[in-house]
């Protein structure tokens, strides 16, 4: 948790509620939303998430989560600006898709019913979005609230092999997630590449027009350089020229990539994966979703944390739904994955200046270690690279 916010209690304080969030107007809210149905207790969750998390107790004995944006004392990196939109749009957008395959499947075959896909059954449902601040000051969402606990939290009291079973829940959701492509044909963030919602949860025209990058390696660049900008801000110590310049150099490794996919970045963050948590349940645990949807990039989906190092399990469950492979120009895909691990790092080290907690100086130093290591691969390959040319020269 950052340490610039207050740590959340353990048991929900409900008279400090009443000074972070606006419960009458979030009543009035619900009331046009949910018609009929009241709003009970409300309980702020502990979470790692930047976003304020809020279960919402309903009258109807139905449970919903409400997504608070994160308070202006929290400094953000610029990636994180658009934390909700992007989250809120992204969930529209594998929901309708999902929803127009059932319909065309239907359309095809009357007769046969297709079984619930895996991200129908993992992506939350989204009751309402808003980044009106006349609202509520801050921008929100409210889903239904999923069932599961973090990975995190529960992966000490797995098996070898439902740690293998989660393992492989999450390949395949990765996999699936990367049979749908931008819809614009443009690489780069969500927030980047579809329109905004509205304040409906339904798609409309952006307020910018924006498009995204017609290339994934000006998308990948896109990404680079905001991170690199934010450790600018603040006077990170960073290699920042060799970086860039590893990226310039290897940016037509990156345009092998054509087809730009859909990939959640964080996917395989013990934090962020949520998974059933019954201990009275004897089945195999089981997928329930992300925490957060909000870093979702359409391009190439090994730059998805999950692929630095996948476990068995994962590739079973990537591999388990098609045999085909689905990973463009795979001779130098390593190299690509280097470029990304490079990305994640940097990523890591610039968090823990933004928002220092308990052990950011061991957690730095570790991700230091892995930056000044692919660092080093990186080096190899363009010495590599150049002894070929001179050969061929």
């Not at 797995?158 to 996999?175: F, H, N, P, T, Y």
């Not at 699936?176 to 304040?199: D, E, K, Q, R």
Request: proline share 6%.
């Amino acid at each position: 948790m950052s340490a610039s916010r207050t740590a959340v209690p353990a048991r929900p304080h409900m008279t400090s509620l009443m000074y972070s969030l606006p419960v009458r107007r979030l009543k009035e809210i619900l009331s046009h939303v949910i018609p009929g149905v009241q709003l009970g207790p409300v309980e702020e969750l502990s979470s790692p998430q930047l976003p304020r998390l809020y279960k919402l107790h309903m009258s109807d004995d139905r449970n919903l989560l409400l997504s608070f944006a994160p308070s202006l004392a929290v400094r953000l990196l610029r990636q994180e600006a658009t934390l909700l939109s992007s989250e809120a749009t992204l969930v529209y957008f594998i929901t309708d898709s999902e929803r127009k395959n059932e319909t065309e499947t239907a359309s095809q075959n009357k007769i046969w019913s297709p079984e619930p896909t895996i991200l129908s059954q993992v992506v939350p449902k989204l009751i309402k979005h808003s980044a009106d601040l006349r609202e509520m000051a801050y921008p929100y969402s409210i889903f239904e609230l999923g069932t599961g606990e973090p990975l995190s939290t529960l992966s000490i009291h797995l098996s070898i092999s439902e740690r293998r079973g989660v393992d492989k829940q999450i390949g395949a959701m990765a996999r699936a997630l990367a049979t749908l492509t931008s819809p614009s044909g443009t690489f780069g963030t969500v927030s980047l590449v579809i329109p905004y919602l509205n304040n409906t949860g339904s798609a409309t025209a952006p307020r910018i027009q924006r498009g995204g990058s017609s290339t994934w390696s000006e998308a990948v660049n896109t990404l680079v350089e905001g991170i690199l900008r934010d450790g600018e801000d603040i006077s990170v110590l960073l290699p920042y020229e060799t970086i860039r310049a590893h990226y310039q150099r290897s940016s037509w490794r990156l345009d092998a990539v054509t087809l730009p996919r859909l990939a959640v970045l964080d996917i395989g963050s013990e934090t962020n994966i949520m998974v059933s948590g019954d201990t009275e349940d004897t089945s195999s645990p089981r997928l329930t979703g992300l925490r957060s949807w909000s870093l979702g990039v359409f391009g190439d989906p090994l730059i998805a944390d999950a692929f630095d190092n996948p476990s068995d399990g994962f590739l079973e469950g990537w591999n388990s739904t098609c045999s085909s492979s689905i990973i463009e120009d795979e001779e130098n895909a390593a190299i690509r994955l280097l470029l990304y691990r490079c990305y994640r790092a940097v990523v890591s080290i610039v968090t823990e200046h933004y928002r220092p907690q308990v052990n950011s100086s061991r957690r730095e130093l570790e991700e230091r270690r892995k930056l000044t290591s692919v660092l080093a691969e990186l080096e190899r390959v363009d010495a590599v690279v150049g002894d070929a040319l001179k050969m061929s020269g």
